[in-house]
């Protein structure tokens, strides 16, 4: 697809996810575990914003229920095999996703070709009993692959996670500034001090942007109190204070954006809590030839702290939009980008080091990967999940479960019915007020 056509397709989830996000959807293998109305909208979902491929795995026939209940299938399709049908409505969706099917029954796939389930990056499990789904959770827990499992019971809707560790760089917060106001850098530091405001007519002292301005009055404030940034209430207001007495008329609007902006100047720049606590991890402490790249760049960040960075993670790079004249604006921007270049240069000779100690050639982890990680240090995420088999066998939790269900409103009641419906399942091979082979 021309990458203009393809842009103007995904503009909106492009904005939310970016060429980031929208590269690992498109690379995503995924297999639904039965057609149900239930796995097919979620299918929908990603068929829309444009998965690599799916497969839709289910050796039913639609009946009467299906055409019912599902938005995929209608009454013509009765007495087809469902995957077929649902894999075939769900391709219309989105030309540019491949779409596959396999009627064969998901069970005995389970039971006799657990490997299948391999070569898909997730899977997701509709109406699959216990029993086989505690066989499949724990081939795809040792292979990595995420499970989802799914289940809708009326208005009452059931997600599952099965995974060991879901790691995460970009985090999308907000905003990822870092200006290092408490702290520059040497070139930070001699680009603010060739500002003289009190020589500046008044068009040039309207555009000096609100960084050089904090830079400025927050030197002037640590001269004046043993290095110390303003701590207490009454600090932080005459530290503003002293900000307004420069201000040459209402109208400099650089000046107001750095009152509104003084708060980061009394924000110690440090590593984050919960990154310190990726840095104590054990999987970052000892690396090994099957270490992710996730656990290697996060060493290698480890490192440059203790070493380079003197406590801090590498410089992000990014500055944020201000009154200022263009080529005001420019220079600034350079500094930052290249103090933050420079930090990555660092970090990947510490990568290299480390892949070289595991075994592992340079280009197991390209330029790209490394520069994401160090623009996003600040925000990286570990997520850690049970195993299906520690929640249903080893470790059920059964004494927190016998607190929460002290209170009636609790969700908990729900995923006990629901366990109890796979229960009863199990021990009559159908479902509560399903009869088969009625007959008047």
Request: hydrophobic content about 40%; glycine content about 4%.
């Amino acid at each position: 697809m021309n990458i203009d056509k393809k842009t103007q397709k995904y503009d909106r989830q492009l904005r939310l996810w970016q060429a980031s996000g929208q590269a690992a959807l498109e690379n995503s293998k995924v297999c639904l575990i039965n057609g149900t109305a239930t796995g097919c909208e979620i299918l929908k979902d990603l068929v829309l914003p444009g998965i690599g491929s799916f497969t839709v795995v289910d050796k039913k026939e639609v009946d009467g229920a299906d055409a019912g209940i599902s938005f995929f299938l209608d009454e013509d399709r009765i007495g087809t095999n469902r995957a077929q049908a649902v894999t075939e409505l769900l391709q219309e969706l989105n030309e540019d996703v491949r779409g596959f099917y396999l009627a064969e029954d998901p069970i005995s796939l389970i039971e006799n070709r657990l490997d299948y389930f391999l070569q898909f990056t997730i899977v997701i499990a509709t109406d699959i009993p216990e029993k086989p789904l505690l066989k499949l959770s724990e081939a795809l827990w040792n292979a990595n692959i995420p499970l989802f499992i799914v289940r809708t019971t009326g208005f009452i809707g059931y997600f599952r996670i099965v995974h060991p560790e879901h790691t995460v760089v970009e985090t999308h917060p907000d905003s990822i500034m870092d200006l290092r106001l408490d702290v520059p850098f040497p070139a930070l530091e001699q680009y603010a001090k060739t500002f003289d405001f009190d020589s500046m007519d008044n068009m040039d002292h309207g555009h000096i942007p609100y960084v050089v301005i904090l830079l400025k009055y927050l030197d002037q404030w640590k001269k004046d109190h043993d290095g110390k940034l303003p701590c207490t209430s009454a600090e932080k207001k005459q530290f503003k204070q002293i900000i307004e007495s420069g201000r040459r008329n209402v109208d400099e609007e650089n000046f107001a954006e750095a009152l509104a902006n003084a708060w980061r100047a009394f924000t110690a720049t440090k590593v984050p809590h919960q990154v310190q606590e990726i840095f104590n991890d054990p999987a970052c402490e000892t690396l090994t030839a099957n270490s992710s790249s996730f656990w290697i760049l996060a060493r290698a960040i480890r490192d440059f702290v203790a070493n380079e960075g003197q406590g801090l993670l590498p410089l992000a790079g990014s500055v944020p939009d201000m009154k200022a004249d263009t080529s005001t604006f420019v220079s600034l921007q350079t500094i930052y980008r290249q103090k933050a270049k420079a930090e990555i240069a660092i970090v990947r000779s510490h990568v290299n080091k480390i892949l070289n100690s595991i075994g592992r050639t340079s280009d197991f982890i390209h330029d790209d990967e490394i520069d994401s990680f160090c623009k996003h240090a600040a925000f990286i995420q570990v997520i850690r999940y049970r195993s299906l088999k520690e929640e249903y066998i080893s470790d059920p939790k059964k004494a927190e479960i016998d607190r929460w269900l002290q209170d009636p409103q609790d969700n908990i009641v729900h995923y006990v019915l629901i366990r109890a419906i796979d229960k009863f399942y199990e021990a009559n091979n159908r479902y509560p007020g399903i009869i088969l082979n009625f007959k008047l």
